[in-house]
């Protein structure tokens, strides 16, 4: 099984994945850099140039193709508005939802604009927020609640949601 990781962009995903595949002795993935590796440029240089639409079907086409066992997967932001690709994500792993507060992702992005963060035109980064908290939720199998908590504790509790859904304390 994978354990897959979404949330916002800033709630920690990358950080955490690399912790969670160490401390489970699992590969890692980011799909992110997956995606620029495929392509051969950065995030932001595929939606500058060849726009949202665009890039959002090469992370679903590239997530979609993944084939992936018993790996830690961290999801672009985005990745969560491609129903076909969360079943594809769903379908090999469990599918865990870092939830960071607005305030804090915003306290967290400083550099929005070079992050390569799906952002309509016209969009704030609350709209953005607002229009993926309920399909963070719609799709993740467990949520953790990562505010106040530092990275050491987030890894912690998610191996213990882990191990309580394979029901081997």
């Avoid at 726009?51 to 990745?79: D, N, W, Y």
Wanted: proline share 1%.
């Amino acid at each position: 099984m994978n354990i897959v990781l979404v949330g916002m962009s800033g709630a920690g995903k990358s950080t955490i994945g690399v912790l969670l595949a160490k401390a489970l002795g699992m590969d890692y993935v980011d799909t992110d850099i997956v995606i620029q590796q495929h392509e051969g440029r950065l995030l932001q240089e595929i939606i500058d140039n060849d726009g949202i639409e665009k890039f959002m079907q090469i992370e679903e086409k590239t997530v979609s193709e993944l084939q992936l066992k018993h790996c830690i997967i961290s999801t672009g932001g985005s990745v969560i508005y491609s129903e076909k690709a969360m079943k594809v994500l769903k379908r090999d792993g469990q599918v865990i939802y870092l939830h960071v507060p607005y305030e804090e992702i915003k306290r967290r992005l400083i550099n929005v604009t070079t992050r390569g963060i799906v952002m309509k035109k016209g969009n704030s980064l609350k709209d953005v927020y607002e229009e993926r908290y309920p399909l963070y939720s719609k799709y993740s199998d467990k949520t953790l609640n990562c505010l106040n908590k530092d990275i050491e504790q987030c890894v912690g509790e998610i191996i213990e949601l882990i191990q309580e859904s394979h029901g081997d304390h």
